[in-house]
T-cell receptor, first 111, second 114 residues
Framework: QQPVQSPQAVILREGEDAVINCSSSKALYSVHWYRQKHGEAPVFLMILLKGGEQKGHEKISASFNEKKQQSSLYLTASQLSYSGTYFCGTPINNAGNMLTFGGGTRLMVKP | ETGVTQSPTHLIKTRGQQVTLRCSSQSGHNTVSWYQQALGQGPQFIFQYYREEENGRGNFPPRFSGLQFPNYSSELNVNALELDDSALYLC?????????????FGEGSWLTVV
């Protein structure tokens, strides 16, 4: 079952902060975050693993609450380049990286 | 630049035809996954190949098939094309199948079925 993302869309001014949420109805072993710009492929941002390990983008932070089966992506001091659609992906099978993705959160950063 | 290359970039096919899409994985990666992304939606998992064997499959009909070659490159074949098959097809490679390993997407193949 695919994760649910919220909000569906966000409009920010440059320098403002945003939080994007991803929740699952089943236990999570990892959460993968991607950003996709219009007409381009998804670009890897971050992986959060059960147990607290994180790998990814230096300027983006995220949290992973295993108990609540949720993850949040924190975009601070947003830049114009942050605009795009953000997807979270969770493993279809617990131990693998075959992912089911949420419906996406469209982020627009304005000057 | 992820090192994952796909071809062709764009193509137009007629309903009922067959199509083959190709993918070269990043150097050192033995796992390739294929995703279908319709306009305005998230990527949908089609299948994954690990060391030339199908490792898992999503909810797609048998007319979607694939191959992985000894050099770990891969093909996606779709038979009897339908209008709803129009989408961006994404190939992604990873070091292996472990959930802690990043999947890196190629630029995709845009398929239009008319």
């Amino acid at each position: 079952q695919q994760p649910v993302q919220s909000p569906q869309a966000v409009i920010l001014r440059e320098g403002e902060d945003a939080v994007i949420n991803c929740s699952s109805s089943k236990a999570l072993y990892s959460v993968h975050w991607y950003r996709q710009k219009h007409g381009e492929a998804p670009v890897f941002l971050m992986i959060l693993l059960k147990g607290g390990e994180q790998k990814g983008h230096e300027k983006i932070s995220a949290s992973f609450n295993e108990k609540k089966q949720q993850s949040s992506l924190y975009l601070t001091a947003s830049q114009l380049s942050y605009s795009g659609t953000y997807f979270c992906g969770t493993p279809i099978n617990n131990a693998g990286n075959m992912l089911t993705f949420g419906g996406g959160t469209r982020l627009m950063v304005k000057p | 630049e992820t090192g994952v290359t796909q071809s062709p970039t764009h193509l137009i096919k007629t309903r009922g035809q067959q199509v083959t899409l190709r993918c070269s994985s990043q150097s050192g990666h033995n796992t390739v996954s294929w995703y279908q992304q319709a306009l305005g939606q998230g990527p949908q998992f089609i299948f994954q190949y690990y060391r030339e064997e199908e490792n898992g499959r999503g909810n797609f009909p048998p007319r979607f098939s694939g191959l992985q070659f000894p050099n770990y490159s891969s093909e996606l074949n779709v038979n009897a094309l339908e209008l709803d098959d129009s989408a961006l097809y994404l190939c992604a490679s990873s070091l292996d199948t472990n959930s802690g390993n990043t999947i890196y997407f190629g630029e995709g193949s845009w398929l239009t079925v008319v």
